[in-house]
Each structure stands twice: as structure tokens, then as C-alpha cells.
């Protein structure tokens, strides 16, 4: 543990961004989980669903959470299950 005053601040900080990453890299994962699976199924909701995905990696994206190219991997690899499906 750091004695530094500031240094003590950063771990906190730290920690705290730390989890917040975390709850938006699960819900992303949930998301995307959800949208595969609508796709996968055939139903009518599936452009939704896929819809709410890419809204959510756009976001996890502009928080430098996941990186911008691999946000636009995924948002290409939904589009075309999407449109494979139809």
C-alpha cells in the first residue's frame, strides 16, 4: 500500500474505474450474447436485438473500453449474421 497521499487517491480511483469497466464489459457481453442468440433463433426482434448490441459497443468503444477497431470487428460480425440470416 502506497503512503503517499496522492498515490493512496490513485489507488482508490483505480479500483474504482476498475469495476466500472467491468459491469460495462459484462453488460456488453450480455448483450451481444442475447443479440447472437435472437439471430440464432430467427426471430422477428433479431434487428433489435442487434440494433442495442452495436449501441453498446459504440458506447463501450467512446469510453476507450474496447478498442475502436475491435469495436468495429464486432459491429461487422453482427451485421453479417444478421444479414446471413435473412
Do not use: F, W, Y
Amino acid at each position: 500500500m502506497p503512503n503517499i497521499k496522492s498515490a493512496k487517491k490513485r489507488v482508490l480511483v483505480a479500483q474504482k474505474k476498475a469495476l466500472e469497466n467491468k459491469a460495462v464489459k459484462t453488460n456488453l457481453k450480455t448483450v451481444l450474447k442475447k443479440a447472437d442468440a435472437a439471430v440464432a433463433a430467427g426471430a422477428a426482434d433479431s434487428a433489435d436485438a442487434i440494433r442495442v448490441a452495436i449501441k453498446k459497443v459504440d458506447q463501450a468503444a467512446s469510453k476507450n473500453i474496447l478498442h475502436k477497431n475491435a469495436a468495429a470487428h464486432r459491429k461487422s460480425a453482427l451485421m453479417k449474421k444478421l444479414a446471413a440470416a435473412k
